[in-house]
């Protein structure tokens, strides 16, 4: 069973900076996708950021610029380093682990770390 497990979560003022890390129970170049995702109070999961097996990024518009993601394959470890955080940053940042291919299709998920940035 693969496990997910976030850390890096905190208060932070507007303007600061975290690095979140998603620490993977197995091999995380099994896994075609890794991102990171976040849930305001009383919003729907969105997404934040993916890194692909060939290192390949995406990000939302509203932190382009501000978060990298990034993986580390020996560590199996995906890291997310958000900086010039925002007040609308605030948000359970939750990792995603996705398997695809032509007979499987599985998604995994972290239990999440909470990110509380100060006005």
């Known amino acids: 069973q693969v496990q997910l497990v976030e850390s890096g979560g905190g208060l932070v003022q507007a303007g600061g900076s975290l690095r979140l890390s998603c620490a993977a129970s197995?091999?995380?170049?099994?896994?075609?996708?890794m991102g990171w995702y976040r849930q305001a109070p009383g919003k729907q999961r969105e997404f934040v950021a993916i890194?692909?097996?060939?290192?390949?990024?995406s990000y939302t518009s509203s932190v382009k610029g501000r978060f990298t993601i990034s993986r580390d394959n020996v560590k199996n470890t995906v890291y997310l380093q958000m900086n010039s955080l925002k007040p609308e940053d605030t948000a359970v940042y939750y990792c995603?682990?996705?398997?695809?291919?032509?007979?499987?299709?599985?998604?995994?998920w972290g239990q999440g770390t909470q990110v509380t940035v100060s006005s």
């Open positions: 995603k682990a996705e398997v695809r291919s032509v007979v499987r299709s599985d998604d995994y």
């Open positions: 197995g091999s995380i170049s099994s896994f075609n996708v």
């Open positions: 890194i692909t097996s060939s290192g390949s990024t």
